[in-house]
């Protein structure tokens, strides 16, 4: 039992009794402390009870080529751009008589049997950027080919719809916040493993949860500052931050060193953030979207051997989580997408390998997802500079993402108006 | 004083007159007994007195010069407030130290460039690359070998910026430099030139303070800009659009103050030039230059790229949205209007003088007012050389640095996008700030004898007190050192803990807690 939560949440609402009568707890520091009593108490990996949809982002980052992940094996045209690269048709995991899966997917080709896969084809944008950063910081962003936005589309979510949340609506698995979470309002929070948020030896939560009894009317103009952060005076907002920061990690490291998955997850990076993830969805956390990365697929060369082992890492990593949600009984309530900056040239080049193209596939999981084919397979003969041309614009899919899954308005968040699909 | 507003009329300007003329009075009766032929005492109070007259007597306002605002003042303009600063910045007066901090003083010899650069290799091997034959497996290899070496030789341009940073006799200009560098981002990811960011580094510190347009001119000849924008190639065929509009909304007049006419206009003006392969330099072609008419900004011509730079530099926008991003950098806020205008009025007359636009803000009543003191968030740069500063402690290993200022999203020369770096609470999120707080206690090491000489036999309450003031100049409060007390006694002080450990254990304290985020 962790016992030190008890206590903090004693000394705090000891110090109010014990003071001023007319201190209110403010409701934030409230909520987030009953959620930690929570989650301290003794808890199987159930569901908390909570039940907000979640939402997982993969970022597959190079440029996964998507002509070999969802292989039109029945397209000539496919064969003859790629003597070398191609898959044969003997080996790929077929979908229906035009196109298959890549042979390492069979995970996915299972999930997508029990009707718990999407496939949305042909993503892209118009006037496609075939510059890593600049076309990442473009699906980051859900901006024009033409113009720099500042924000990422999830942070605007975020400033749009959960403003009166205090604790982070977004976690990530990774060094730093992606741009995709990017707002106004910062209100995410990044790290590789738990052990990341370790606070400060003289800090910690004591020392913050002293400061806000001790500052008295610190509480007050806390509590009061939730409405409006944008008046807030610069010292309360640090320390709102720090306090969230801290409660936010403890929460979390309370939450992984609590609950295990009950299915075994492979031992790749991919893998261990998922299975990361996992846990923090048992742990009844109110993070709405995660994201994590997988990197590698920049493929110019040699592309064979390494796009197997990627999509093989990926195929079992997404069957692992998609096996530990069901256990947990939390299936139906994430949403996990893929993307990627870009796919692949049509041709293959020289060295055994595929250079930055366009238009991709992107898969979509869950057990609310409507499954099977979405969008429409990009024409092989009508290329754009040897490059897929696109048939669903990317904002589309993050539309259907926000109206559909999330419940907000997606026309102010993407700054645009764009047709919502039927995979959710 | 009140503002006057324009327009007002002469009851506005009877109002201020009333305020002004005791002053005015004043000084002209002295004047008026030598002339009084030239200024009959009947005539100056029945004459309106001028809109520009009144603002001069507002301009005459000083602010008064204290130890908490020279604190203040330097904290702002050189990341570091010691008190030998403070006291020397006091002795000498806000007229001898603004002279100081805005000084010319070359220091280039203080910081001879890396080998990498001076020895030329990084553009041997680029020509070695250009040399073979492309798709070949050789120029493959080549290629990543020059991608690493690049790579190298920017970290060790970011640890000799860092040094500069650190160690310049002119603190204020390596701040400008690194306002430019956000202001003109420009990002090594893309420009894949380690000698190109260096150059455009020089470039703004020699011009950085000088005036204005100059500096742009100059930028538009950068070799690294050149390659982030796509200047390079642009030709009168297919004139490139980028480095025109973003010099436009970005660089000299901000969104919404140009039509997309002038950027396709302006686009024509910079055509016509490239860089050099093996030199890396830009060159201009004539042939390629598109030399027709043009029309920018309502102003028809034959326009060049310094006619160009002119015109925009010249827009009375121009003026306001420079100084005003120079001001919300120093400030942390914006400014109101009188200020405003007197810092417009300042680049204006002195042909877009940085200097002069400084002068003014650090001259300002507005830059000292209680309201912008201790309230404004250091960035991530700031917060690690300024806290080096203030411990006297020399730059760390230069990957431990880096490694740290991209955790908190400053990484130099590498800018997110070409908009720069997004300032004040942008820095700070959940991530960030803890970042900051773990960050702080594993890079400094103080040395307690030299952070605080003398306080080893002082008690709690007076060390707390002296440990804060040097540490938070600016915003350290009685609240503040009574919640160190408290955690120093939660700590178990008095439990054998020597002095020594009472002020790394008070020191610690400052630095992980969230206000010391604030200058």
């Known amino acids: 039992m962790n016992t030190p939560l008890f206590t903090r949440r004693r000394f705090l609402r000891s110090t109010v009794l014990g003071g001023a009568a007319a201190w209110t ?21 159930a569901p908390t009870g909570r039940d907000h949809p979640i939402l997982v982002i993969l970022q597959l980052a190079g440029g996964n080529d998507g002509l070999n992940t969802l292989v039109p ?33 069979g995970g996915l080709r299972g999930l997508w049997d029990e009707g718990a896969l999407a496939v949305v084809q042909g993503v892209g944008y118009p006037n496609p950027n075939r510059s890593h950063f600049r076309s990442t910081d473009i699906w980051q962003t859900a901006s024009d080919a033409s113009t720099v936005e500042r924000h990422g589309w999830v942070g605007r979510y975020f400033d749009a719809c959960c403003q009166g949340e205090d604790s982070t609506a977004g976690i990530a698995i990774s060094p730093s916040e992606p741009l995709a979470f990017l707002g106004k309002n910062r209100k995410a929070i990044a790290f590789r493993q738990p052990a990341d948020l370790r606070t400060a030896e003289t800090g910690g939560e004591e ?32 320390r709102r931050v720090a306090l969230d920061a801290r409660l936010s990690a403890g929460r979390i490291q309370s939450v992984t060193a609590r609950f295990r998955p009950s299915v075994t997850f492979p031992p790749s990076r991919l893998g261990r953030d998922l299975e990361l993830v996992s846990r923090l969805v048992a742990g009844g956390l109110p993070a709405r979207v995660y994201y994590v990365s997988q990197g590698g697929y920049d493929t110019h060369a040699a592309q064979a051997g390494t796009h197997e082992r990627l999509l093989a890492e990926l195929d079992a990593a997404l069957t692992a989580f998609a096996h530990e949600l069901r256990a947990q009984r939390n299936f139906d309530r994430v949403l996990l997408m893929t993307f990627s900056e870009f796919g692949r040239r049509v041709a293959e080049n020289a060295n055994g390998g595929t250079d930055h193209g366009a238009a991709a596939p992107l898969f979509v999981m869950g057990g609310a997802v409507r499954p099977g084919w979405h969008g429409k397979a990009p024409s092989l003969d009508n290329l754009d500079r040897g490059d897929l041309v696109h048939t669903t614009d990317f904002r589309s899919v993050y539309a259907t993402v926000l109206e559909s899954w999330l419940g907000a308005p997606s026309e102010p968040i993407l700054k645009g108006r764009f047709p919502v699909l039927d995979f959710v | 004083m009140k503002p006057v507003g324009p327009g007002d009329g002469k009851g506005q300007a009877a109002a201020s007159r009333s ?16 002339e009084s032929k030239n200024f009959p005492p009947d005539q100056i109070s029945a004459k309106p007195i001028p809109l520009a007259d009144v603002e001069i007597v507002v301009k005459e306002a000083r602010p008064t010069w204290t ?30 130290t603004l002279g100081r901090l805005l000084s010319d003083e070359a220091d280039d010899d203080l910081f001879p460039e890396p080998e990498v650069f001076t020895s030329g290799r990084l553009a041997e091997m680029r020509r070695e690359v250009a040399g073979l034959p492309r798709e070949s497996a050789g120029r493959m290899q080549a290629s990543q070998r020059l991608g690493r070496a690049e790579r190298l030789a920017l970290r060790e341009l970011q640890g000799w910026w860092l040094a500069r940073l650190r160690f310049s006799p002119c603190p204020l200009r390596e701040v400008m430099t690194l306002f430019w560098h956000g202001h003109f981002a420009t990002s090594f990811v893309k420009v894949r030139m380690a000698d190109a960011m260096l150059w455009q580094n020089q470039l703004f510190r020699d011009l950085g303070l000088g005036r204005f347009e100059d500096l742009v001119l100059a930028v538009s000849r950068d070799p690294a800009m050149m390659r982030y924008l796509d200047v390079t190639g642009s030709s009168r065929r297919q004139p490139n659009e980028n480095f025109a509009r973003e010099l436009m909304e970005l660089f000299t007049l901000g969104e919404g103050h140009y039509s997309e006419a002038d950027v396709r206009e302006a686009a024509r003006a910079f055509t016509g030039w490239r860089l050099e392969p093996a030199t890396g330099r830009a060159r201009f072609i004539p042939a390629r230059h598109d030399h027709g008419e043009k029309t920018l900004l309502g ?40 200020t405003l205008r007197r810092l417009e009025r300042e680049f204006s007359s002195t042909g877009g003088s940085i200097r002069a636009v400084l002068r003014a803000v650090f001259t300002s009543p507005e830059f000292y007012s209680p309201g912008l003191r201790g309230r404004r968030i250091k960035g991530p740069v700031e917060w690690l050389v300024g806290t080096l500063k203030l411990f006297d402690l ?10 740290a200022l991209r955790e908190l999203g400053q990484e130099l020369f590498a800018p997110p996008n070409v908009k720069g770096w997004e300032e004040g609470r942008a820095w700070i999120s959940a991530t960030t700030l803890l970042a900051r707080e773990r960050l702080a206690l594993e890079l400094f090491r103080p040395d307690v004898e030299r952070l605080a000489p003398g306080l080893r036999e002082a008690p709690a309450d007076q060390m707390a007190e002296e440990l804060g003031k040097c540490l938070m100049p600016c915003n350290f409060s009685p609240a503040l050192k009574n919640q160190a007390l408290a955690a120093l006694s939660e700590a178990g002080d008095g439990q054998g803990g020597g002095s020594t450990e009472r002020i790394l254990a008070l020191t610690r304290f400052f630095l992980t807690h969230p206000e010391y985020q604030l200058t």
């Open chain 1, 73 to 105: 094996y029945a397209d000539d045209l496919y064969h003859r751009a790629r003597p070398r690269l191609a898959l044969a048709e003997a080996k790929v995991l077929k979908l229906d008589d035009t196109a298959g899966f890549h042979p390492a997917l």
């Open chain 2, 19 to 34: 305020m002004s003329q005791p002053a005015r009075c004043a000084s002209r009766s002295a004047h008026h007994q030598a």
């Open chain 1, 25 to 45: 707890l403010p409701a934030f520091v409230d909520n987030t402390l009953l959620a930690l009593e929570s989650a301290a108490r003794e808890m199987d990996n």
């Open chain 2, 394 to 403: 020399p730059p760390l290993p230069t990957l431990r640095m880096t490694s």
């Open chain 1, 207 to 238: 020392a913050v949860m002293e400061e806000v009894s001790a500052g008295g009317s610190s509480i007050e103009a806390l509590g009061e500052a939730r409405g409006s952060h944008e008046e807030e005076a610069p010292a309360d907002f640090l």
């Open chain 2, 299 to 338: 102003v028809a011509g034959r326009h060049d790229a310094a006619a160009c730079v002119k015109i925009l530099c010249s827009q009375p926008r121009c003026a306001r949205f420079i100084t005003g991003k120079i001001w919300r950098h120093f400030a942390g806020m914006e400014a109101q209007e009188p």
């Open chain 2, 67 to 96: 130890p908490e605002n020279a604190a203040h003042l330097l904290m702002r303009a050189t990341w570091s407030a010691r008190p030998g600063e403070v006291k020397r910045a006091v002795d000498e007066g806000l007229e001898a």
